[in-house]
């Protein structure tokens, strides 16, 4: 089974979809001939044409607003953000418009498209305040909007495809840092990774350590390290972030009693409040710690200086250090 | 028998001459007609708190029906806005799809009670389900067309706003791609002058909305929106120009609005009397209903009898609205996602 890039499998998603449905059509700022800031649609342009691989003017209201209408009308856009702090401008058709198209008419129009954002930072990522926000906890507070943010090529092929053919809108969101810094075996032929469901990614007893994206490989690194100090990490991998699978957060912290949420997204209000207070609310009984979180200093987004992006980010001594604290209430 | 040795020459002409019938012309004004009725039933109904909310379309009839008769209104889209409820009639609706939605009556076709009145939408019509912030449907309206290009289907889509909306980004975004990609969409924008009690002075720096296309690439023309002959003429010339590959045209129908905002609205804290008096005269309704009898195809007995009809059909619209169920409670959580 050939080895790929997270980027890879992202792109094999994308073209093996519009391969098999003609109704699947890209759109984005330099998504056409250039394929894409990243490469996600290198080569797409040459192959399905301008009409399917469509360079938008630089708007991104326009890039959603657009998608809406075109799915209303029979196509399943693929919507490119270039990065995801640019997300801001199409809230609107993205909160009040495409989340809200079922709902608001009584299961009569659907509203079946992606937007695709690449996100998150870090030191290697060197994005700065505006290259590097996390948007998660903003978009997946919306009903009628699921959020899916992979950290494997393997999952990040299937979530893809999943989230093509599903009749909602899925916000997918690709950390930049993974894009090229983790391969993973990745089949060639068609599946699809359901949305919703986490993943174990590391059983253990001591504690569970929930975490995705990026942060997932901080949690498995930290908990290999601990691994030798006698700490058995359980890390369960979110993977979807709305629906959220609470029944997978459960039965872990069920299992081990402690619970640690790591997020790169600032601390107060962050994805993984959410997290801590359905495992207060639904499993008090089985704790024997605090839910405990490591998450992304409350200064606005990621500075820009390698120092201060560390300073920023919940680093893997960060983590461990909550890890050693947890273990040992 | 309507006298027709009273027609002139240079008026009978006109509506013959863009190529309607009598018939045709017949039905628009029912359609104006109908649409007047239900709003001011609407109204009844508020102010004697059957119904907590209205918000009214009175005074843009003549746009709205003049141009929807330019479109074909089986295969063309509707993405409407909140004073479209003429435009709506045309495409299709009826009396009782209307007055269900503003009682909020599980039958509601446009959202099930979910949404507030005048949020309409009806996918076998294809009349695009639409929020409440304004302006935003602009670019719903572009999607559909570039699908409908990209899939040669033929359809164009109508879509419209009030002046109000045309100051919102993506009014000028939906312009500017639409006009890029040479789409199949007519931009309607109903200027009453007012975005509530905001006058248009304070919303823009020109006259005429209609010069904006020129920016974006595309024809932009104002018309009499009290005039439905010229909003349909306007109208056809822009669903040929869209059908024929030519891209998309702005209509800046200069329409009255004969109401307050909305029920919440008192707009004689902002709007001099003699304004909504001149508004008055300018009513579509009255001069629609003039030319055709100066044409000889309305005198008082057929206009009795259609407003007779009319009459029915509201009280039958109303009754059946306001005896029809309310939606489930145990419905509220229902069609957030795709249930299948």
């Known amino acids: 089974m050939p080895e790929l890039r997270l980027l890879d499998a992202i792109r094999q998603a994308m073209y093996e979809e519009m391969k098999r449905d003609e109704r699947v059509v890209v759109l984005g700022e330099d998504v056409g001939p250039k394929g894409g800031v990243f490469g996600a649609t290198d080569g797409f342009w040459a192959e399905f044409g301008e009409a399917r691989v469509l360079d938008t003017p630089l708007a991104e209201s326009t890039i959603v607003g657009a998608a809406i209408g075109m799915a209303a009308n029979g196509l399943i856009p693929i919507a490119e953000i270039q990065f995801s702090d640019f997300i801001f401008p199409a809230t609107n058709q993205i909160v009040s418009e495409a989340a809200r198209m079922r709902y608001r008419s009584n299961g009569a129009f659907g509203c079946p498209i992606v937007i695709r954002a690449p996100y998150g930072g870090g030191v290697e990522v060197h994005g700065g305040l505006y290259h590097s926000q996390s948007i998660e906890a903003f978009f997946a507070h919306v009903p009628g909007l699921k959020v899916v943010a992979p950290s494997v090529p393997y999952d990040a092929k299937g979530l893809l495809k999943a989230a093509i053919r599903d009749p909602d809108p899925v916000l997918y969101l690709e950390h930049k840092r993974l894009y090229r810094a983790v391969r993973g075996e990745v089949p060639e032929d068609d599946y699809v990774v359901p949305i919703g469901p986490a993943v174990v990614r590391r059983p253990g007893t001591t504690l569970s350590l929930f975490a995705y994206g990026q942060m997932l490989h901080e949690a498995l690194a930290v908990a290999a390290e601990m691994a030798g100090e006698g700490i058995d990490v359980e890390v369960v991998d979110l993977q979807t972030l709305r629906p959220l699978d609470v029944e997978t957060i459960l039965a872990s912290v069920r299992k081990t009693n402690k619970a640690l949420i790591v997020y790169e997204d600032n601390r107060f209000l962050g994805f993984g409040a959410e997290v801590a207070a359905i495992i207060a609310e639904e499993a008090f009984d089985a704790l024997d710690g605090p839910v405990m979180r490591v998450a992304g200093l409350d200064v606005p987004a990621v500075p820009y200086a390698d120092p201060l992006a560390a300073a920023f980010m919940p680093s893997r001594a960060k983590i461990a250090d909550a890890v050693r604290r947890l273990a040992t209430y | ?340």
């Open chain 2, 1 to 340: 028998m309507v006298d027709r040795d009273r027609q002139t020459a240079t008026v009978q002409a006109r509506h013959v001459t863009l190529g309607l019938s009598d018939d045709d012309v017949l039905r628009m004004y029912h359609t104006l007609a109908l649409a007047r009725a239900l709003d001011e039933r609407m109204w009844v109904l508020q102010r004697a708190g059957l119904v907590p909310f209205v918000i009214s379309g009175q005074g843009h009839e003549g746009a709205q029906v003049g141009v929807m008769w330019a479109t074909d209104r089986a295969r063309d889209w509707l993405v409407p806005f909140y004073r479209s409820l003429a435009a709506c009639l045309a495409k299709g609706m009826s009396a009782r799809d209307l007055m269900l939605g503003l009682f909020a009556r599980a039958e509601d076709p446009s959202s099930g009670g979910r949404q507030m009145p005048a949020h309409w939408a009806h996918p076998r019509l294809k009349i695009l389900s639409t929020s409440s912030p304004v302006g935003t449907q602009y670019l719903h309206a572009v999607g559909i067309a570039y699908a409908a290009k990209l899939r040669k289907t033929g359809e164009v889509c109508v879509t419209s706003v009030g002046e109000g909306g045309t100051s919102q980004g993506d009014w000028h975004e939906a312009m500017n791609f639409a006009g890029i990609h040479k789409l199949p969409v007519v931009f309607m924008v109903e200027n009453n002058r007012y975005a509530i009690s905001v006058p248009q002075r304070l919303q823009m720096a020109v006259d005429d909305v209609a010069v904006r296309a020129a920016g974006y690439g595309f024809p932009g023309v104002v018309v009499d929106g009290s005039d439905v002959l010229a909003c349909y003429e306007a109208g056809r010339e822009a669903v040929r120009r869209a059908r024929a590959g030519e891209g998309p045209t702005l209509i800046e129908a200069k329409v009255e609005r004969l109401t307050a905002h909305s029920s919440e609205d008192r707009q004689e804290k902002y709007r001099p009397t003699a304004d909504v008096e001149a508004a008055r005269s300018r009513d579509p309704l009255v001069v629609f209903k003039h030319y055709l009898e100066q044409v000889g195809l309305l005198d008082e007995r057929r206009y009795t009898e259609i407003h007779a009809q009319i009459r029915a059909e509201v009280d039958d619209a109303t009754a059946y609205a306001e005896r029809a169920p309310w939606p489930d409670p145990a419905t509220v959580t229902r069609h957030v996602y795709y249930e299948g």
